[in-house]
């Protein structure tokens, strides 16, 4: 069965330095996003990307944050100097179409700390 | 309050008995979706119900919504110690927005 691959699955870091965490989504889908999940909380949402677009994001996802799809199987997202409170896991998803109609598949996550 | 609250926030089962789990939400869905997250590991989707159905079943699973109530149920039938999880509702808002509010989840404990 297809499924939404992550790597690595655990990113140690030292604060003020770029991350990059990779996905490789489900190849017939055309929807894809990020969520993050703090340790003990909720899984908070932070970026939708479409037709090689950003669609939609959250307050958390500013300036510090972007995403890319660089060929046809990956699915980035980087942090450009990060923060001790970016220290997370991070999901990545994706749908075959718009979350209105279908489910998102997930991956496994990586597991970002931040020291 | 938060978009898909479930409750309660912590179960405890023998194996055989039935789970249920609630989820209570604030705005207009499109649909909302159950999930479950293995300790440490990704999260598995396992029913999607749209906002206008009633009821759904997967396996084991029954999910109910009404829109009405802002509420939503998830039933698990005869639990399996594998069930032992934490589960957590989305929503999908109307109005075009893509992404999935999630609850704080709940955790799920089947004893053998």
């Known amino acids: 069965e297809p499924e939404v691959t992550q790597t690595p699955s655990h990113q140690v870091t030292q604060m003020g330095q770029e991350v990059i965490l990779r996905c490789v989504p489900i190849?017939?889908?055309?929807?894809f996003y990020w969520y993050r999940q703090i340790l003990g909380q909720k899984v908070e949402f932070l970026v939708s990307f479409y037709n090689n677009e950003i669609s939609e994001k959250s307050e958390i996802f500013d300036d510090q944050f972007s995403v890319e799809r660089p060929d046809g199987s990956n699915f980035t997202l980087k942090i450009r100097s990060t923060k001790l409170e970016d220290s997370a896991m991070y999901f990545c998803?994706?749908?075959?179409?718009?979350?209105?109609?279908?489910?998102?598949?997930f991956g496994p996550g990586t597991r970002l700390t931040v020291l | 309050s938060q978009q898909g609250e479930e409750d309660p926030q912590a179960l405890s089962i023998q194996e055989g008995e039935n789970a249920t789990m609630n989820c209570s939400y604030k705005?207009?869905?499109?649909?909302l979706q159950w999930y479950r997250q293995n300790s440490g590991r990704g999260l598995v989707h396992l029913i999607l119900i749209r906002s206008n159905e009633r009821e759904k079943h997967s396996g084991r699973l029954r999910v109910t919504l009404d829109t009405s109530k802002k509420s939503s149920s998830l039933l698990i039938t005869a639990s399996r110690a594998a069930d032992t999880a934490s589960y957590f509702c989305a929503t999908v808002s109307q109005g075009g927005s893509e992404k999935l509010v999630f609850g704080k989840g709940m955790k799920l404990t089947v004893n053998p």
């Open positions: 998803a994706s749908s075959v179409r718009p979350s209105t109609y279908n489910e998102q598949f």
């Open positions: 190849s017939n889908h055309l929807y």
């Open positions: 705005t207009s869905i499109n649909n």
